[in-house]
């Protein structure tokens, strides 16, 4: 897929999240995981522009997904410790307490948007292999290519109907 189906298979795999958070009216934290596992659901593919790493590689596996998952859980400890200034509604104060949810909520906001980069790249012929470096095994559902423009349009579609749908449904605005 393209950059704007990943992003919408991310916003898709996001929307069940961001319904409980604002059902919890924690809009402020759901910002910021929508803006991780937006970054997320792209990112696999910076390794197009790296030297010595292929495509599809190692930043298409589980084990980057887990990766992806510890630096935005360090992220999110590091905000919960130090808190976030400015004078925005987004503003988060430090608090210790938070330091396990804010570890969890990071490292599922990483690891879900670089699985749903995976689920992206397994719709198209070239598949991935996502159990690398444990296994060559490749995957694949060979449905699209990931070139298909209609194809990452309705992604993107699809995966913003069902964010728009979340927050509907969560501030019970029908």
Known sequence: MYRKGHIGIGLLFY???????????????????????????????????????????????????GVAGLLTAAISVYLALEGLGGSSQFVLQPNLLAVPAAAGFGFTVGSLGVISHLAGDILTPMGIQPLKPFSNQKYTLDLVYARNELANQALMAVGSGALIGAFILATGAI
């Open 15 to 65: 929307a069940p999240l961001a319904f409980v958070l604002v059902s919890f009216d924690m809009a402020s934290i759901m910002a910021f995981g929508l803006v991780g596992t937006t970054f997320w659901s792209f990112a696999p593919d910076f390794d197009m522009e790296m030297p010595f790493v292929s495509h599809r590689g190692i930043t298409h596996t589980f084990l980057a997904a």
